[in-house]
């Protein structure tokens, strides 16, 4: 079964950037791949995914804001976060899946990573 690594978390303040990564190994991912995000005592909620042949697709909360993108040589994906808002402050986590939903997030049997945090403050 397929490992995924999130890395790339950390603390910023609002406005600012992060790239988070997300390494595959040991077995192939699924159709969709996806970043999800879990805030405190909130729900967990599709940040945006990504089809195999590479269309992507973003909650409305962050588009124009974040791109989501993967190097299928390196079996990495990536989610470059700009303007960040406090709001977007949350675990991240990486997900395969066979199902791509319109809620950007895979569905299925899906795969998650351990996460990384993503801290913005004002």
């Known amino acids: 079964q397929v490992q995924l690594v999130e890395s790339g978390g950390g603390s910023v303040q609002a406005g600012g950037s992060l790239r988070l990564s997300c390494a595959a190994s040991g077995g192939y991912t699924y159709y969709c791949m996806s970043w999800v995000r879990q805030a405190p005592g909130k729900e967990r909620e599709g940040v945006a995914a990504?089809?195999?042949?590479?269309?992507?697709t973003y909650a409305d909360s962050v588009k124009g804001r974040f791109t989501i993108s993967k190097d299928n040589a390196k079996n990495t994906l990536y989610l470059q976060m700009n303007s960040l808002k406090p709001e977007d402050t949350a675990m991240y986590y990486c997900?395969?899946?066979?199902?791509?939903?319109?809620?950007?997030?895979?569905?299925?049997?899906?795969?998650r990573g351990q996460g990384t945090q993503v801290t913005v403050s004002e």
């Open positions: 997900t395969t899946g066979p199902f791509l939903n319109r809620g950007a997030y895979c569905n299925g049997n899906v795969i």
């Open positions: 990504i089809s195999r042949n590479g269309i992507p």
